[in-house]
């Protein structure tokens, strides 16, 4: 196969980095961006030194022929119909979270894809993590044995200091703590200790003059489907530095973060520290979008599943909207798979 030809919508932050990460590729190329402000994506691309066509027309620029694959950075909510309209042409996806404001959102991507099938990269995109390349690793080794207690924590202050800012403190385009950047630590839990049957959550202000339009607080209780508990944190606005807590709990040993205590190592007397790159920056440009693009393409040219195809990453969203849904309702919700 030739070039992984991509058409990136969008020009902010998180797109910036998809753009850098394709544009350092031999085997890949940026050739149209989308944008509803065509001056400011020109403006961007020549900013990253990256030559391609940009248009304001979404359906264009996905059925043109010189397009294999779309990263999709818009807003939320044209997500669905973008990614059903890409499917369509049988575009390959690289998707953003959350997938959908709501589930007849996120049914329609998924029928769409089952009656299209293409790759798909989700950017749950801690999954490509150093860190949790490592715990995922050492699970897999058997090296903490079933997880019985999964406590994920997401914090950090999105405040007006953020560009998204303006937009994601909204009901309408953020939706909640959980839909807006909690589901990263929803989806962890997912990927170190398996799927979650039941959801129990609450949420709280943080302060009465709070840009919020919606609880930016929320802890969520699960029951996971090995016959463990778990637990999520997600805080937007908050008094502290970044931090993304990952504490397990094995049947055979632990892990703190970057913490490990097993009994692959009989001698050991405490936790012992693996030297690694941790997920402890707010900033996007510290995340490994690079990572994920090498995997999606080796993916797209070698048939195989993406770290987080769509099939799995439904899984993560359906727990997050089961959250909310529990915060609005005050009963533990059951997931539909359970």
Not at 84 to 94: D, F, S, W
Not at 285 to 302: G, L, Q
Request: charged content about 20%; proline content about 4%; overall charge negative.
């Amino acid at each position: 196969m030739g070039k992984l030809r991509f058409a990136v919508v969008g020009t902010g932050w998180v797109a910036g980095e998809y753009l850098k990460a394709i544009s350092v590729r031999t085997d890949a190329e940026v050739v149209t961006v989308v944008s509803r402000n065509i001056e400011h994506a020109k403006s961007r691309l020549a900013g990253l030194g990256i030559e391609a066509a940009v248009t304001d027309n979404y359906e264009e620029a996905v059925s043109a022929s010189n397009v294999d694959a779309v990263v999709l950075c818009s807003t939320p909510d044209l997500r669905p119909e973008q990614a059903v309209t890409a499917a369509r042409h049988g575009k390959h996806l690289v998707l953003e979270k959350p997938l959908a404001m709501d589930r007849p959102g996120l049914l329609r991507m998924a029928e769409a894809l089952e009656q299209n099938p293409v790759r798909t990269s989700v950017s749950f995109v801690l999954r490509w993590n150093p860190s949790f390349a490592n715990t995922k690793a050492l699970i897999e080794d058997d090296a903490l044995g079933r997880i019985f207690m999964a406590q994920i924590d997401y914090w950090h202050h999105v405040g007006p200091q953020y560009g998204q800012y303006s937009w994601s403190r909204t009901k309408a385009l953020g939706g909640s703590s959980i839909l807006s950047a909690g589901c990263h630590a929803v989806d962890a839990v997912r990927y170190f200790a398996g799927d979650i049957t039941e959801v129990t959550a609450y949420s709280c202000r943080t302060w009465a003059d709070s840009g919020y339009e919606f609880d930016p607080n929320a802890i969520a209780i699960f029951k996971l489907k090995n016959g463990g508990i778990g637990k999520v944190s997600s805080s937007l606005e908050c008094k502290t530095p970044y931090r993304f807590n990952v504490h397990l709990l094995g049947e055979k040993g632990a892990i703190m973060n970057n913490q490990l205590f097993t009994h692959k190592l009989p001698g050991q007397t405490d936790y012992t520290v693996i030297p690694t790159i941790l997920p402890d920056s707010g900033d996007v440009s510290h995340h490994p979008f690079v990572e994920e693009i090498d995997d999606f393409v080796r993916a797209v040219n070698s048939g195989e599943a993406t770290k987080c195809e769509f099939r799995d990453a439904y899984k993560s969203m359906e727990v997050s909207f089961a959250i909310d849904e529990s915060i609005a309702t005050g009963k533990s919700i059951t997931l539909p798979s359970a």
